[in-house]
């Protein structure tokens, strides 16, 4: 897909889900979330970037890590889900500079935060390696990244969901998402952008929805493919539907549905 299209697409995209994303999102990439933040080892006062940061999920425990004397600054390319962690910040009292920002091109000068945070959002990124690469900018001397992904494609059970809906709407899902995820290649691609002290470590996690409106509001709502989704007529939708719980059927227990899944984090320091 030509990367400028790309961009347009997560960025609607993201729109049409952040009202939905905590609601099918929150619990179930807490693992992800807290091998993030266990990568990240966060201190008091320190100036923390969060990218691709969405409702905030990981951007309000980097503010309790780092305390009233740091810094958080926190982005995304869709302008819903910035005001999404704008109004909870808010509300919290959570100091921090929200912004709608492009990964790739990050408005901030060199050498501007101690840590840059982020999780499962590199799969969405145009051109990882431009993302990475602004990552490693903007950190000081012997500051770190953390980025998490998700991980193989064979070892997500959930990953029917592109396939079902690229037979509807052809071209516009994430065609590479998997690829980070699978092998060293995030790894690699750290090292690539400069990093030092690259390490990389993978986790199998259960992604739990307690029904099956849950499982399909969180792949067709609160997801990456809400855009494509919403384009559905009825009976495109009710195909989809049926389709995705027939490729999740194994993993259900009573009515809740138990989906294996894999993240990948990689941390590396700016030498």
Known sequence: ?????????????????????????????????????????????????????????VSFRAADAIGPGGALAA????????????????ARGVAGDFRRMDAEVLDFPDGSFDAVLCALGLMYVAEPANALREMHRVLAPAG???????????????????????????????PLFFMLGTGDALAQEFARAGFSSVRASRLEA???????????????????????????????????????????????DGNAYHVPGEFVAVAGSRS
């Open 75 to 90: 982005t995304d390319i869709s302008e819903d889900m910035v005001a999404a962690i704008s109004a909870d910040a808010a």
């Open 206 to 252: 259960s992604v739990t929805f307690p029904s099956a409106d849950d499982a399909i509001g969180a792949a067709f709502l609160g997801g990456p493919v809400a855009l494509a989704y919403s384009r559905f007529d009825e009976a495109d939708r009710a195909g989809a539907h049926q389709e995705y719980l027939d490729s999740i059927a194994a993993y259900r």
């Open 1 to 57: 897909m030509d990367p400028r299209l790309q961009r347009r697409v997560q960025r609607y995209g993201w729109n049409k889900a952040a009202r939905h994303y905590e609601r099918f999102w929150a619990e179930q990439l807490r693992p992800a979330q807290d091998l993030l933040m266990q990568f990240a080892a966060l201190g008091r006062n320190e100036r923390v970037l969060d990218l691709a940061c969405g409702t905030g999920l």
């Open 144 to 174: 770190r990244a953390v980025a998490v992904v998700w991980g193989a494609r064979k070892n997500c059970g959930w990953a029917e969901i592109f396939p079902i809906v690229e037979r509807r709407i052809v071209g516009e899902v994430c």
